[in-house]
């Protein structure tokens, strides 16, 4: 089946060279996008909630972060005039492309960070070739955020920079004083570990935005450009970059994927930036992270990038989505100029081809060396696991985090998909909502993929997933040295409570984590547990069919459609139901080990049957048609001490890179069952 083939898949990304090289090819096609003036770089025509000037001032200013490194490592850019004459241009109030002055929490207050940056890094090739009153127009512009009120968040770092890069070329509009009380006031975020969250105390969000999209990257290079005036604040920032790196390696797997959690993803790698910034901040970071490993996340990351079609258009500009276009899964501050964030991670050009980033010959992801292979990420609320099955190389690994008690504290487009799921896996994604379901069964729009969607039966009103959580905390697993579970509450409906424990893989079960769920309901629900997504297509484009038996799969390694499929069990008297998913994208499986019980018996029937969904096209963000195996059942309401109890055993296994389709030996694996801890069982019983 022939697709179109990624536009940049042939840089090997390999060197500083080969980086620039892949940088220019995202800047040259800009050009056709730019306005005479220079001041507007126009991508498409979708809405945000912003005015449309700002979205073109943010197609303007975001590929700076890659521009302004660039020029500051010391290699020219043949089309740095569009942007010098841009800055004259767009600051002009008498010109046609003026921007507008700043209002309070504007957008254009984001754009003003790598303006800040560029002034402070490339003020020679950049400020020093403006024009007397491009710079006065510029330099009063970027000071009128001054004074003017912004969101509690990593906002404050947009301003931050934009005073910095008023220091650097020496202007009257710099205030030290404002300066210094947003850093002060950034830095009551910070909650140990190196994390810090992104706002005031009882926000609990923790996404990209508190590493490479802001507050890491930020107080990076902040650390670097700020050295001589704030040395001590700069210093504890290189220390939390220490102690953070050492649990963000963790959201990165050997093929150079990232985790895709919360919100944003559209910026893609900018999600490794951290690394570069590390680099550029001259951090040297704890075992293992040697500057070899950390050369590999950072340029694995981009690489991984380069091989996505579908995150550009044909002209080489960057498409709104994740791995292919996508606006269900974006926010309504994405524009068409928004994904240039990710030219964050070019601040490695930033540094001579001596610096140890570049002389130090990449080194593989280093999993030989984290044992166990699950580790408890505290801050966060997650459970970061690459499990793998020994001796079987990188044929039969996975990377996921595990999650629970992050939300997003003001309205997201799909926050409950992007902070409230069970799983978030660097191979299977995850997906979101296109509606709730109202007026129909219609679980195929929820995006039911590791979640437990409710849906109240008597008064039809949708299905509801897992937003916010109470109470999230983690335990020890006494039946494992050092290892831990997530536990949580969750309320979808009054009278309805929902308590669940995620236990990561053992090493006797390593591809396989467990869910146990206490469920007690005064009303009548249906529910819906589903396991990680999977590509819902053949190897020939067509969909996937179910086939009869787990031998079945093998029969068909041999046809020229290599279709594989999906095999449902209802469960019978021993056996729970199981429903197990096997396509181009790798085995996805889900398996009902509740207990049989008198009880559970007398509490409806709550015996779950198994179904592979096939949800609605452009709900997964890896894959545009996608399947997920479930399990389904239907519940009464209970009474005190009749409890329902579930465990769930979900199984997940890659495609190998470069290849398609289940790797060997899954079939042995599938068959292996986890034992639910003792702990939980004597709460269960």
């Not at 990420?377 to 996921?400: D, E, N, R, W």
């Not at 591809?511 to 206490?518: I, K």
Request: hydrophobic share 35%; with cysteine.
């Amino acid at each position: 089946m022939w697709t179109p083939p990624p536009p940049f898949a042939s840089n090997p990304l390999k060197t500083r060279v080969d980086l620039s090289q892949f940088l220019t090819s995202l800047l040259d096609p800009l050009a056709a996008h730019t306005s005479p003036g220079g001041a507007r770089i126009h991508l498409g025509f979708t809405g945000t909630h912003f005015d449309e000037t700002a979205a073109h001032l943010e197609g303007f200013s975001r590929p700076i972060w890659g521009l302004a490194s660039l020029l500051a490592g010391g290699s020219p850019y043949a089309g740095t005039e569009r942007w010098v004459r841009g800055f004259e241009s767009g600051t002009d109030p008498e010109h046609e492309e003026f921007w507008g002055d700043m209002r309070d929490r504007d957008q254009r207050m984001v754009e003003c960070s790598a303006i800040g940056f560029c002034l402070s890094v490339a003020k020679e090739q950049i400020w020093d070739k403006m024009n007397a009153r491009g710079k006065a127009n510029l330099e009063q512009w970027l000071g009128g955020m001054n004074d003017k009120k912004m969101p509690n968040t990593n906002w404050l770092w947009f301003r931050v920079f934009s005073n910095l890069g008023l220091s650097r070329v020496g202007s009257s509009f710099f205030s030290s004083e404002r300066l210094k009380a947003d850093m002060d006031h950034l830095d009551t975020f910070y909650i140990g570990d190196g994390w810090s969250r992104d706002g005031p105390e009882g926000v609990v969000q923790l996404d990209y935005y508190s590493s490479s999209f802001a507050i890491q990257f930020a107080q990076l290079i902040y650390s670097k450009l700020a050295w001589n005036d704030d040395r001590e604040r700069c210093a504890a920032y290189k220390e939390r970059a220490r102690q953070f790196a050492l649990d963000f390696m963790w959201y990165f797997d050997p093929e150079g994927r990232a985790v895709p959690f919360g919100r944003s993803l559209t910026y893609r790698f900018a999600m490794s930036s951290f690394w570069g910034a590390c680099a550029f901040a001259n951090v040297e970071l704890p075992a293992p992270l040697t500057w070899g490993v950390v050369k590999g996340l950072q340029l694995r990351n981009i690489r991984w990038w380069t091989q996505q079609a579908g995150a550009y258009n044909v002209d080489g500009t960057l498409t709104i989505g994740y791995v292919y276009p996508n606006g269900a899964m974006t926010e309504n501050y994405n524009s068409p100029g928004s994904p240039y964030w990710c030219c964050k991670s070019f601040i490695t050009l930033a540094l001579p081809e001596t610096h140890p980033f570049w002389t130090a010959a990449e080194e593989p992801y280093p999993s030989h060396l984290l044992t166990p292979f699950a580790k408890p990420l505290h801050k966060p609320f997650h459970i970061a696991t690459h499990s793998a099955v020994p001796g079987s190389g990188s044929a039969l690994t996975h990377s996921y985090i595990l999650s629970s008690g992050q939300r997003c504290s003001y309205a997201v487009k799909n926050s409950a998909a992007k902070y409230g799921k069970f799983g978030y896996s660097t191979a299977f994604g995850y997906s979101v909502a296109v509606s709730n379901g109202l007026g129909g069964p219609g679980l195929e729009e929820v995006g039911a993929d590791s979640v437990l969607a409710l849906r109240d039966l008597e008064h039809d009103e949708g299905w509801r997933c897992r937003r916010r959580v109470d109470d999230a905390r983690f335990e020890p697993n006494p039946q494992e040295d050092r290892a831990e579970w997530l536990r949580s509450v969750w309320r979808p409906y009054p009278g309805v409570e929902v308590e669940t424990w995620l236990v990561p893989p053992s090493a006797a079960a390593p591809l396989w984590h467990l869910r146990v769920h206490r469920i007690r309901t005064n009303r009548r629900l249906a529910a819906a547990e589903g396991g990680w997504a999977g590509d819902g297509q053949r190897w020939d484009g067509r969909h996937l069919d179910e086939v009869t038996g787990v031998n079945e799969f093998a029969d068909q390694k041999s046809t020229k459609t290599k279709g594989y499929g999906y095999l449902e069990s209802a469960g019978g008297e021993t056996a729970g139901a199981a429903v197990v998913v096997v396509s181009k994208s790798g085995v996805s499986g889900i398996v009902d080990l509740s207990p049989s019980s008198e009880n559970a018996a007398a509490v409806g029937s709550g015996k779950r049957t198994g179904k592979a969904f096939r949800t609605d096209a452009n709900t997964n963000i890896m894959f545009p048609r996608a399947i997920v195996p479930t399990l389904m059942a239907e519940l009464d309401p209970t009474s005190k001490g009749q409890d329902v109890w579930w465990a769930t055993a979900v199984f997940g296994i890659p495609a190998r890179e470069g290849e398609a389709g289940p790797p060997e030996g899954w079939e042995l694996e599938w068959m292996k069952r986890p034992i639910v801890p003792e702990g939980i069982v004597k709460l269960m019983q």
